[in-house]
């Protein structure tokens, strides 16, 4: 489980620096492409732990999950979210 202060603490790591914890290099390794590309279109494109994505040329990022009934989706934009900070 995971509350929203939870998802973006996350965001906040996977936007950042690392934190001590992971490369800022690493980071944005994760959010490239490392299959063969795929149509582009949700679940097409991979990268390390992400599902990758554009819509009009924005590339997003998203990892979900679903157990005994629930669903969650975690989605982020991260060059459009850089800006904004």
Partial sequence: AASVRDQ???ARF??????????PETL??????????GNGQRGGMFGITWM???IDGVQFV?????C?????????APEAARRLR
């Fill in 14 to 23: 996977h936007l950042g620096d690392g934190g001590g914890i992971m490369q």
């Fill in 52 to 54: 990758l994505y554009e």
């Fill in 62 to 66: 998203s990892h979900g999950g679903s």
């Fill in 8 to 10: 973006l603490r996350y």
């Fill in 28 to 37: 944005k390794q994760m959010q490239t492409l490392t299959t063969p590309q």
């Fill in 68 to 76: 005994r009934g629930h669903m969650s989706a975690f989605e982020m």
